[in-house]
């Protein structure tokens, strides 16, 4: 039995199904995804043996190309980062038409605007991924980094170093750009990566990989560092999140039905990404123009990301909120507001009533839900109720409450009167991202270069012995 899912959840769940990363009778009894396709009949059996064994061979083919990166240095790995982002920019016209298959494809079946905003490409923004493959060469190398060491009083010389994770491997939803980023973050920690981008954007991650197989080849770093399992559909998917022992590490990348089916199922390390449900905080204090720039880029520069803000708290003693719910309205946004903010609003200003589905959901798009707290306290315990953990913002000119917000909200990325767009690898200095990770360990916040490093223990000595 699955759990009853909420309209909004529903709708995303058979989006997952028809890009081929969920069912559309959710995760089966034993534990992995079912595909519509699975029987019981021996016919069924065995088209899974053979997926499994064909997702294992590439598991292996990865773990000897692992292998290989790890003794990569530097140069070569930065060789092979610019090869490819060469490379994008001499094919774009096929990744382009690819991706043109993909967005047609997605607009006859209904695909929402949200999505078919991540799904395409433009010149413009294969473009920028050469550029951040370009920005990633020019970033130190994780891999060899002291994270600390010393010498013990008996002679032995301690060192903990970060060392590649080995076999990385990724699902995610149809936004191509991801395989670039993901194969770019994957070389220059010395991994090799296994992609998993979904039926929606299948063209253009087939075009993807084949450019990054390429141009990896071509400067003498080993090709299989990145491989795809698209091929495979939900079985693939299936395998990959069994192959215990094959698989290091895997990255779920995009909704809630995704993510936590990538989490319940898999038999592998999984290092879980978060869907966004943001929040800004306008304080009493805060400054008029400022509220209203941030916050306008913070919903309307790209409704369809995970950092795009979800939920405006307003202090009721601010002045300010007629000004930002004005520019909103302005800028296509639609508000759903609870009952004090509609009464604080001017009758020019239209709104609809919000429910408390509104303060749970992640909308990717140009929706925003609004509500009015009486003090800091109220905003940071309506976060705690409602947050997914990613990012919070407050906007404010108020010292101690910038530093009480800091202190007590318990998100991934804490921002104070910036935009909740920078919570991206990319924008603070990390050169691009595997996702942001909304969990504890290991990694949390935007995952880079080290986020794809685990550490080992090198012990130099002269001969000592244990007494």
Avoid at 347 to 362: C, I, K, Y
Wanted: proline fraction near 4%.
């Amino acid at each position: 039995m699955t759990e009853a899912l909420t309209p909004r959840s529903a709708v995303l769940a058979e989006k997952l199904f028809a890009e081929g990363l969920l069912p559309a009778d959710g995760p089966a009894e034993g534990g992995v995804l079912a595909g519509p396709e699975a029987s019981p009949d021996t016919a069924g059996t065995s088209e899974a043996t053979d997926v499994e064994a064909a997702v294992h061979a590439i598991a292996d083919r990865s773990r000897h190309a692992a292998r290989r990166m790890a003794r990569a240095n530097r140069a070569w790995k930065d060789r092979g980062l610019r090869a490819i982002a060469a490379a994008l920019l001499e094919r774009k016209a096929g990744i382009l038409a690819a991706n043109a298959k993909d967005v047609a494809a997605g607009k006859a079946n209904g695909t929402s605007a949200a999505l078919l905003d991540r799904l395409t490409l433009t010149g413009a923004r294969i473009d920028g991924l050469a550029a951040a493959l370009e920005n990633l060469a020019n970033l130190p190398d994780p891999v060899g980094n002291v994270v600390r060491g010393q010498t013990l009083p008996n002679g032995l010389r301690l060192r903990q170093v970060n060392v590649p994770m080995g076999v990385v491997a990724a699902i995610y939803e149809a936004r191509p750009n991801v395989t670039v980023d993901i194969a770019g973050l994957g070389l220059k920690s010395g991994n090799a990566v296994i992609l998993r981008g979904g039926t929606a954007a299948a063209a253009t991650n087939a075009a993807f990989v084949t450019v990054l197989r390429d141009a990896l080849d071509s400067v003498g770093l080993p090709a299989d560092a990145v491989q795809s399992v698209d091929q495979y559909g939900r079985d693939g998917a299936n395998a990959l999140m069994r192959a215990r022992g094959r698989v290091d590490v895997l990255i779920p990348r995009g909704g809630r039905e995704l993510i936590q089916s990538v989490v319940n199922n898999a038999r592998v390390p999984v290092i879980e990404t978060g869907e966004g449900n943001v929040h800004i905080f306008l304080d009493a204090s805060a400054d008029e123009e400022m509220a209203v720039e941030i916050l306008l880029n913070a919903k309307t520069q790209r409704p369809s990301v995970c950092n795009t803000v979800e939920t405006l708290l307003v202090h009721s003693k601010s002045t300010v909120l007629p000004a930002v719910a004005a520019a909103l309205r302005a800028a296509g946004v639609t508000l759903h507001t609870d009952e004090r903010v509609r009464a604080a609003l001017p009758g020019s200003v239209d709104s609809v009533p919000a429910t408390d589905e509104d303060w749970a959901t992640e909308y990717m798009d140009l929706d925003l839900a609004v509500a009015m707290v009486d003090s800091l306290d109220d905003a940071v315990k309506h976060i705690r109720r409602w947050s997914t953990g990613h990012t919070e913002a407050i906007l404010t000119n108020d010292l101690g409450n910038a530093e009480r917000f800091i202190a007590e909200v318990d998100s991934a990325a804490v921002i104070v009167n910036a935009s909740t767009r920078f919570t991206d690898g990319g924008e603070l200095g990390l050169g691009a991202e595997v996702g942001i990770s909304t969990q504890k360990l290991h990694a949390r916040g935007p995952m880079g270069l080290t986020e794809l490093t685990t550490t080992k223990w090198i012990v130099q000595g002269e001969g000592q012995i244990r007494a």
